[in-house]
């Protein structure tokens, strides 16, 4: 690539626009993370709930979730939810940011309902008897599972839940078709002003790239330190 | 240089050049008994494939008749490549371009055009609602607009202060608009009217600002410096507009009754300036 222009890339409006971008690519991603990953708890909790009821609710979000595309979430929680609302509250969102809002609620649910599942699987994976040994010692379900169940199961579900954290980091991107001006939108809307696609999606390829090794290195060094702690 | 080579080249080039100044095309094209016009032929409504008639018809191929019959010659049709329009007028393979040819500045160091044939602009709806009557009022306001588009870039130039936001397709964009998650929407002319037509009974609610954020022109494609047949060429524009037959070139395909619905004309052969 002889005529690449980095000049593009590190200096002028156009890296404005891509380093913006990937701030707000950067900033959907904790917002999203912060809200999912209570949700998620909740949801798992829900699912080992003794009451079938309850299970029942979270099974269903699960499912409902995880089985229709992340787009058409995304689609949906823009141009269909809000029109349900009441005029005044519509109003009121239409002004403000409803493109950003609109994306993290898509993300936080899809994303906690695969971490649910996660979380599930490390709870299930800490032997049901101690469960039943906290309860018979006399507590009840939600303090066995704070204090006894949830402590060990948490500590198996980070590798999961990081490489899940993966995902969202990915996902952000698909905010875009709402008009949201995260780091791939603002790439397509460099090359479209200066016909520099290479540049721009380098850019961008560099980014995404950078924070997923970043992220899987967090991984990595998870587990050589529970390795680690293992072996002694 | 070598001198004796150097006469030669003097002597060959003021033998040519007189000839190549003298040549009038209007002459040549009698001569030869037909004008070749070189059209798109996939342009609908300017130059396209009739599915019944399998032969290219359009609003640019009754411009190309009108100049063939005051020529008194037959008109012949080129389907040509978008990218091989100039290149081809430049080569003398065809007298006019009638293709859907933008008349913007660059090409004009390149070949000369006629009065604009078809003025399209890209303008703003918005609610009636909304008040606003002018684009400048759209600073500070969501508008809603198509990725990668000259939309996008037209609009940032005429409103740097708005803030756009941008849908992959502009039925998205349009059903943004009507949702009210933004102020106004941008589109070419022909796209907003068909928008328009589609809202039925709501159409009371919307409106087009007649102010355009950006104005393409296209013209007939004329051979840099013939200036007899840019005059000739101009000349029957300017008796299509006088005679009413522009008015009625211009119903037949973008008028009330075809796909385009243009309520009205709203340009006249009048100029080959652009802005």
């Keep these: ?232 | 240089m070598n001198n004796r080579i150097r006469l030669l080249a003097a002597t060959v080039a003021a033998a040519v050049l007189p000839l190549a100044a003298q040549a009038d095309q209007v002459a040549d094209v009698k001569a030869k008994g037909e004008l070749v016009c070189g059209v798109l032929g996939t342009d609908d409504p300017f130059s396209f494939v009739d599915p019944k008639s399998r032969e290219i018809v359009g609003y640019e191929v009754d411009l190309c008749n009108a100049i063939a019959k005051k020529l008194g010659v037959k008109p012949s049709l080129k389907q040509l490549a978008v990218a091989a329009r100039v290149p081809e007028l430049q080569q003398g393979r065809v007298d006019i371009l009638a293709a859907s040819l933008t008349h913007n500045k660059e090409r004009e160091a390149l070949i000369d055009f006629s009065l604009s044939t078809f003025v399209t602009g890209q303008k703003v709806m918005t609610k009636k609602s909304s008040g606003i009557a002018q684009p400048s009022q759209l600073a500070g306001q969501k508008v809603l607009t198509v990725k990668g588009s000259t939309m996008e870039q037209n609009i940032k130039k005429v409103v740097p202060a708005a803030e756009i936001v941008s849908f992959d397709n502009s039925p998205q964009a349009f059903l943004a608009l009507q949702q009210g998650k933004g102020v106004a929407y941008v589109n070419d002319e022909t796209s907003l009217i068909d928008d328009f037509s589609k809202l039925g009974a709501a159409q009371k609610d919307y409106v087009i600002l007649p102010a355009s954020i950006s104005t393409e022109h296209l013209a007939l494609g004329l051979k840099k410096g013939e200036t007899g047949m840019k005059t000739l060429v101009d000349g029957v524009l300017r008796d299509l507009e006088k005679s009413g037959e522009a008015d009625k070139l211009f119903a037949k395909w973008f008028g009330p009754d075809t796909k385009m619905k243009f309520p009205s004309r709203p340009f006249k052969y009048e100029t080959d300036k652009i802005d």
């Design chain 1, 1 to 232: 690539m002889a005529d690449f222009d980095l000049a593009l890339l590190t200096t002028g409006p156009y890296h404005a626009q891509l380093v913006a971008g990937f701030w707000l690519s950067l900033r959907l991603a904790a917002g999203t993370l912060v809200l999912a990953l209570p949700l998620a708890l909740v949801v798992a909790v829900l699912r080992m709930m003794p009451s079938r009821l309850l299970a029942g609710l979270g099974f269903g979000f699960v499912e409902a979730i995880r089985n229709v595309p992340l787009l058409a979430h995304i689609l949906f929680w823009y141009f269909g939810a809000p029109e349900l609302l009441p005029e005044g509250l519509k109003q009121w969102l239409y002004r403000g940011n409803i493109e950003v809002a609109a994306a993290v609620i898509a993300l936080t649910l899809y994303t906690a309902a695969y971490m649910s599942e996660d979380i599930r699987s490390g709870v299930r994976s800490v032997p049901r008897e101690q469960l039943e040994a906290a309860r018979a010692l006399g507590f009840g379900f939600f303090t066995s599972m704070r204090l006894v169940v949830l402590p060990q199961a948490l500590r198996i579900t980070v590798p999961p839940l990081i490489s899940q954290t993966l995902s969202l980091w990915k996902n952000t991107s698909m905010a875009m078709v709402v008009g949201v001006g995260e780091l791939l939108y603002q790439a397509q809307q460099v090359e479209s002003a200066t016909f520099r696609s290479f540049e721009s999606f380098a850019f961008a390829t560099a980014s995404y790239l950078g924070v997923s090794l970043l992220i899987t290195g967090l991984a990595v060094a998870y587990e050589h330190r529970v390795q680690g702690a293992r072996r002694h």
